[in-house]
Structures are given as structure tokens and as C-alpha cells.
């Protein structure tokens, strides 16, 4: 069985108000039919406690649709306030997108 997913790859600075377009972005892709949505988030450059508390309000709002959100591709900084907020353990993160493919997609 093959899953739809939709890679987002948002950049700059991932603040409340970016994640909360992104989560609009992400309900979109799921509202259009794919299982799951990618985050690359390669192009971001700093993220802040607000971002990542909208990231958490947009992993609730997949998982209540019986979807799935991945991430991959954390810059130091942002991967930093990952393991800071223990984020790292609810979000189920890949080291880049070739990762992602590897263990999901060919699964």
C-alpha cells in the first residue's frame, strides 16, 4: 500500500504567526487527499517557542484527522529548541528527506 504525502518547505523565521500559516497549509494538503504532509524545514533559519507550540496545535489537528505529520531536515539551532521543549519525542523527525523516503515511504 503506497500513502499520499505532500512536502511543505517552508523558510525563514518559523514564529507563531508562520506556523499558523503553515498549519492552514497543512490542513489544505490533507483536505485535497494526501495521508500524511512532510515538513522540510531545510529553509528555516530560527524558530522560536511560538512556532513550535503552533507546530503541536497542527500535529493535534492531523492526528485528529487519522493523519500523519513528519518533519525532517532541522537546522542545529531549531533542532536545539526541539530537544529544549522535549518536542523531539512527540514529533517524529528525520534527519533529511532521503531519511523520510527510506524508512516510510519504502516501508
Given at each position: 500500500?503506497?500513502?499520499?504525502?505532500?512536502?511543505?518547505?517552508?523558510?525563514?523565521?518559523?514564529?507563531?504567526?508562520?506556523?499558523?500559516?503553515l498549519?492552514?497549509?497543512?490542513?489544505d494538503?490533507?483536505?485535497?487527499?494526501?495521508?500524511?504532509?512532510?515538513l522540510?524545514?531545510?529553509?528555516?533559519?530560527?524558530?522560536?517557542?511560538?512556532?513550535?507550540?503552533?507546530?503541536?496545535?497542527?500535529?493535534?489537528?492531523?492526528?485528529e484527522?487519522?493523519?500523519?505529520?513528519y518533519?525532517?531536515?532541522?537546522?542545529?539551532?531549531?533542532?536545539?529548541?526541539?530537544?529544549?521543549?522535549?518536542?523531539?519525542?512527540?514529533?517524529?523527525?528525520?534527519?533529511?528527506?532521503?531519511?523520510?523516503?527510506?524508512?516510510?515511504?519504502?516501508?
Amino acid at each position: 500500500m503506497t500513502i499520499e504525502v505532500k512536502t511543505l518547505e517552508p523558510a525563514g523565521i518559523m514564529d507563531g504567526a508562520a506556523a499558523h500559516d503553515l498549519k492552514n497549509q497543512v490542513l489544505d494538503a490533507l483536505h485535497q487527499g494526501a495521508d500524511g504532509v512532510l515538513l522540510n524545514l531545510t529553509g528555516i533559519t530560527f524558530m522560536n517557542s511560538s512556532g513550535i507550540g503552533a507546530l503541536v496545535s497542527t500535529l493535534k489537528a492531523v492526528r485528529e484527522k487519522g493523519k500523519q505529520l513528519y518533519i525532517c531536515g532541522l537546522s542545529d539551532q531549531v533542532r536545539m529548541i526541539f530537544e529544549l521543549t522535549k518536542m523531539d519525542r512527540v514529533f517524529t523527525l528525520y534527519q533529511d528527506v532521503a531519511d523520510f523516503e527510506a524508512k516510510v515511504l519504502a516501508a
